[in-house]
């Protein structure tokens, strides 16, 4: 092990080249309630409300449109997938979402067409026609088309009216506001002949061909499988979800279609999916993959030489040019290539015991993997850092928002929610690597540097403990006249300490 390693580190901070004590948890003053597990910060813009949902798995994503005033918000893993906006999730005075709507719009019955039963005026040409409707929602969604209604007599003249009877209110947890009737003549495209009001349930057709007006754009629509989880927005406006061993992903910008043909099977069962400058990596309880495209008709899936499965949904980070999630051996890294990065720092029969990994939740903090676990014997967090290794931390939680804007880290400490590293110092410790000493080594000087004093010092000399104060960067003496063969020191609460250095006479200290 190199020699600026340590065997502990607890509540540090290792930046820049120096051991400083970590700042504790801050509290935000905002209550959350006892049954809490998830969260979320909604519409921060207009000065924050907080979901809170019972279950521990919930993914929450905003829509892409840059000036969405209804701050629309997507939501799966709390019942049906669903969206929100202002008007439904801020109702009230809380809990919050105070509600929301089933994602995706149903499909209408077919439509009851009848056409006109008098002869064709001399000159008026004779049209095959067929019918389909569509829902649209309040914030503009168009649904799926009905199946076509029968065939129907019509023709371009007075009295070639069609009647279009018996058009049902959908029920559900949905906000239908309008339907549209689309036509088709002749083997030519649907185009829309009408939008109505939701409440009217019939219409007389009478609009001639040429004033039809646009093309149906939803044929292939559909809303997303109802068992969907992980959701996750692409930067080309798509949302992406799984269930089972299938990713989904929705039209571009219309985050409520689901079309099956852009759907992508596994072999293996997904557990998890990040996007990361590398393309969409798809986690798996096998070997993970990535999908590469612009478009969702045009993705490709390619499977990667590693076959490291992820053990927990939550272990999975982006973080940025990689993705970093948790298996079996340990922490594996999906970027530019592919492998585990805990390697040489822990064994993976030592990762298992001390981790529990299945139980691993994790954040990007700060450019660093922060992470949560907890065993039957123990629970806490770390920070890995591929440079320089595990920092530990004595707190725990099962429920924490990572802030995409300013990058804090909330969670939640029995009904408090608190802020990670915002509060004062907390107890920290950095302990060093054992080191072997040569025979008759007698170590009787000391020097830290620091950025100021005290720093509380422990010696360990083949297992025997001496405490000193280090009250200055002056050269401290320890009193010793007994040799030892091991030697090993942990830094209490210094601040700053760049250096600390033991030996044998002042002068070799510089």
């Not at 061909?209 to 798509?238: C, F, H, K, Q, Y």
């Not at 591929?386 to 725990?396: A, N």
């Not at 410790?429 to 720093?455: C, E, R």
């Not at 297992?463 to 020191?489: D, W």
């Amino acid at each position: 092990m190199p020699n600026n390693y340590a065997t502990e580190a607890v509540n540090v901070e290792l930046r820049g080249g120096k051991i400083s004590q970590d700042q504790g948890l801050l509290d935000t003053g905002i209550p959350l309630r006892e049954s809490t597990q998830s969260i979320y910060l909604y519409n921060e813009e207009a000065g924050g409300y907080w979901f809170e949902f019972d279950e521990l798995d919930v993914n929450v994503v905003r829509g892409p449109l840059a000036r969405d005033t209804e701050v629309v918000t997507y939501i799966t893993g709390s019942g049906l997938p669903s969206y929100t906006k202002t008007n439904l999730a801020q109702a009230g005075d809380g809990p919050y979402p105070a509600a929301v709507r089933d994602l995706g719009i149903p499909k209408p019955p077919i439509i009851n067409a009848v056409g006109s039963i008098a002869e064709i005026p001399e000159g008026a040409q004779e049209l095959t026609t067929f019918y389909v409707q569509t829902y649209v929602s309040d914030i503009f969604e168009e649904g799926p088309p009905s199946d076509p209604s029968v065939e129907v007599r019509r023709f371009d003249a007075e009295g070639g009216e069609v009647a279009l009877n018996g058009l049902s209110v959908p029920s559900g947890n949905f906000s239908i506001v309008t339907r549209r009737i689309y036509r088709v003549e002749t083997a030519g495209v649907f185009q829309l002949v009408a939008e109505l009001p939701i409440a009217d349930t019939s219409f007389l057709d009478n609009v001639a061909s040429e004033n039809l007006s646009d093309s149906l754009p939803s044929e292939g629509w559909r809303a997303p499988d109802p068992n969907m989880i992980g959701l996750t927005m692409t930067p080309n406006g798509v949302l992406a979800g799984f269930f089972g061993r299938t990713v989904a992903f929705s039209e571009p910008y219309f985050l409520h279609a689901w079309p099956t043909n852009y759907e992508i099977s596994f072999q293996d069962e997904v557990v998890g999916l990040a996007v990361s400058s590398s393309g969409i990596v798809v986690c798996t309880d096998g070997r993970p993959a990535i999908i590469y495209g612009s478009h969702p008709r045009e993705f490709i899936d390619q499977k990667l030489d590693i076959v490291q499965p992820c053990v927990s949904k939550r272990s999975i980070v982006d973080m940025g040019a990689e993705v970093i999630y948790a298996s079996p051996d340990g922490l594996v890294t999906i970027g530019s290539g592919a492998g585990l990065i805990t390697g040489d720092f822990i064994l993976p029969e030592d990762w298992r015991k001390r981790f529990n990994p299945t139980s691993i939740h994790a954040y990007k903090y700060d450019e660093e993997y922060l992470a949560f676990y907890k065993t039957d014997e123990s629970q806490g967090a770390f920070i890995f850092n591929p440079r320089t290794g595990f920092r530990f931390y004595d707190v725990y939680t099962d429920t924490v928002y990572s802030d995409p804007e300013d990058g804090k880290l909330y969670l939640k400490q029995g009904t408090k929610l608190m802020l990670w590293d915002e509060g004062g110092p907390a107890q920290s410790i950095w302990t060093s690597k054992i080191f072997l000493t040569p025979p008759n080594l007698h170590f009787t000087h000391l020097k830290v540097d620091a950025d100021s004093y005290p720093v509380e010092i422990d010696v360990i000399r083949d297992g025997e403990v001496s405490s000193i104060t280090v009250r200055s960067e002056k050269v401290h003496r320890i009193g010793s006249r007994k040799r030892f063969r091991q030697f090993q020191f942990s830094n209490k609460t210094g601040a700053g300490v760049s250096r600390i250095q033991f030996s044998s006479s002042a002068a070799e200290v510089n």
